[in-house]
């Protein structure tokens, strides 16, 4: 099952700052986040293991709260490069295959 | 740099004909995937193989096969192209254990 992801579509402002969910009804052990760029393949962004912890790549960040199931990816001050499309892939083992939501498309303007 | 690459970007297929996707990596991965990517509907695992001439069914199996005769290659065959497979189709691999998955620039089929 897909997990799912909120807001459906973000549109954001240079320098305002957004927050994507990703929710899964199990169990999970990993997060990963992917950004897709019109026309470009999907490019890792980040992985959140089970345990809560949150990483930062820049001015992204993420959280996994396991127990809760669903993690956020935060965008801090956005710049026109972060618009695409934000898929997470979620995964319930370690060797698992991922499974991803439908994503959201996120446009940052001038 | 990992390099995914997909042996076509465009293809258009007639109903009933047997299509190959090829992918190519050139990392040494152990791990690659097949998914298909449709407006609204995000990204679909169709197939995935952790090893030469092993494959797992992902959550889209039907109506598609995949060969694995080789580590660096993977290949999605549509046995019988139909118009609902009209779709973009990405191939990604990772190492074996690996968490990050790179993906192919993708391949946009028509099928008419």
């Known amino acids: 099952q897909q997990p799912v992801q909120s807001p459906q579509a973000v549109i954001l402002r240079e320098g305002e700052d957004a927050v994507i969910n990703c929710s899964s009804s199990?169990?999970?052990?990993?997060v990963h986040w992917y950004r897709q760029k019109h026309g470009e393949a999907p490019v890792f962004l980040m992985i959140l293991l089970k345990g809560g912890e949150q990483k930062g790549h820049e001015k992204i960040s993420a959280s996994f709260n396991e127990k809760k199931q669903q993690s956020s990816l935060y965008l801090t001050a956005s710049q026109l490069s972060y618009s695409g499309t934000y898929f997470c892939g979620t995964a319930t083992g370690a060797n698992s295959k991922l499974t991803f939501g439908k994503g959201i498309t996120l446009s940052v303007r001038p | 740099d990992v390099k995914v690459t997909q042996s076509s970007r465009y293809l258009v297929k007639r109903t009933g004909e047997k299509v190959f996707l090829e992918c190519v990596q050139d990392?040494?991965?152990?791990?690659m995937f097949w998914y298909r990517q449709d407006p609204g509907l995000g990204l679909r695992l169709i197939y995935f193989?952790?090893?030469?001439?092993?494959?797992e069914k992902g959550d889209i199996p039907e109506g598609y096969s995949v060969s694995r005769e080789k580590k660096e290659r993977f290949s999605l065959i549509l046995e019988s192209a139909s118009t609902n497979q009209t779709s973009m189709y990405l191939c990604?691999?990772?190492?074996?254990?690996?968490?990050?998955?790179?993906f192919g620039p993708g391949t946009r089929l028509l099928v008419l």
């Open positions: 193989s952790y090893d030469v001439k092993m494959k």
């Open positions: 990604a691999s990772s190492s074996q254990g690996g968490e990050t998955q790179y």
């Open positions: 990392m040494d991965h152990e791990n």
């Open positions: 199990k169990a999970l052990y990993s």
